[in-house]
């Protein structure tokens, strides 16, 4: 019997700070962190990602992708390429970070976390804000190749760990934890067809408010 895939979250940020993050976030929901693959560029290529994530013990494992503002496609988009191709892995959702490249096609989004905590019908900015003129775009340096596969569950969000101060690791980063509880709450209630809506999670209004 063929064993399951691996359930993987995409993270469009992988510097020192949005490392320190997302392996509190992966440990706090019960997760895993491939810490190797953060980096500014990517270290990692595909093919080692995929190695360490079938190491792991259990998932979700949380993946770290950044292409340090670098143009064209580079190594971390090419990585996120190999990953959502590959037939053990299975992207069950994805995290798309603003920064400041705007040079960048952007990543279309339905729905971002703001920098108050809150799932928004818009795209955010680097700092969080929720912003119509960005129409429902993510600009960053690894987003790009989102857009390319069906990629479900796809959320936008500011600086990880930064965003003012509201994401901080000293605050438990609850922007980014939300983030990847939102993807984790879509692909449970949708079990193979993680992709579609589900409406119990926000999805009907323009904004909601998702603290505990």
């Known amino acids: 019997m063929a064993e ?29 962190c491939i810490s190797l693959s953060a980096g500014n560029p990517t ?22 992708f ?3 503002g670098n143009y064209g496609r580079g190594k971390g988009e090419q990585a996120i390429e190999y990953l959502v191709k590959h037939p053990e892995i299975e992207v069950i959702g994805a995290i798309a970070v603003a920064s400041n490249t705007r040079w960048v096609r952007g990543a279309t989004v339905k729905y971002s976390i703001d920098n108050h905590g809150r799932l928004v019908e818009e795209a955010v900015d680097k ?3 929720a912003d119509v003129d960005l ?4 600009y960053g340096d690894t987003v790009d190749v989102l857009n390319s596969f069906h990629i479900p569950n796809l ?9 003012e101060g509201r994401d ?4 438990g980063s609850p922007i980014t934890k939300k983030a990847v ?17 589900a409406s119990h999670l926000g999805e009907s209004g323009g904004k909601q408010n998702l603290s505990q």
Do not use: F
């Open 135 to 138: 129409e429902n775009r993510i």
């Open 66 to 68: 950044d292409d340090n």
């Open 127 to 129: 700092d969080g804000y």
């Open 168 to 171: 901080s690791l000293r605050k």
């Open 4 to 32: 399951p895939r691996r359930r993987v979250i995409l993270v469009t940020d992988g510097d020192h700070i949005a490392q320190k993050v997302i392996e509190a976030v992966a440990k706090d929901l019960g997760g895993r």
């Open 43 to 64: 270290p990692l290529d595909g093919s080692q990602m995929v190695e360490l994530i079938k190491m792991t013990p259990h998932d979700p494992v949380l993946v770290m």
């Open 181 to 197: 509880q939102w993807i984790l709450e879509r692909s449970k209630a949708n079990g193979r067809d993680h992709g579609e809506a």
């Open 155 to 163: 959320i936008g969000i500011g600086d990880i760990g930064k965003m």
